[in-house]
């Protein structure tokens, strides 16, 4: 799905020689092997942090009449 318009916009133009595979790029940067269980509770605690607590700071709405 992250790079669906990438592949397209590659494969429309006929350059096959661009396509890769983006899988285990960050691999080499693990320090510690952790459940994905684990992983993904902290993914959602950190989103919801940052919608919940901080997004106020950075968005202002306003409402027009």
Same mark, same amino acid.
């Given at each position: 799905?992250?790079?669906? &318009?990438?592949?397209?916009?590659?494969?429309?133009?006929?350059? &096959?020689?661009?396509?890769?595979?983006?899988?285990?790029?960050?691999?080499?940067?693990?320090?510690?092997?952790?459940?994905?269980?684990?992983?993904?509770?902290?993914?959602?605690?950190?989103?919801?942090?940052?919608?919940?607590?901080?997004?106020?700071?950075?968005?202002?709405?306003?409402?027009?009449?």
């Amino acid at each position: 799905m992250l790079t669906r &318009d990438l592949l397209h916009s590659i494969r429309t133009a006929g350059r &096959d020689d661009l396509l890769m595979n983006a899988a285990g790029q960050a691999s080499g940067m693990l320090q510690q092997t952790r459940p994905a269980s684990e992983i993904l509770h902290e993914m959602v605690a950190d989103a919801s942090h940052l919608l919940g607590a901080r997004l106020s700071e950075r968005v202002q709405v306003q409402v027009a009449v």
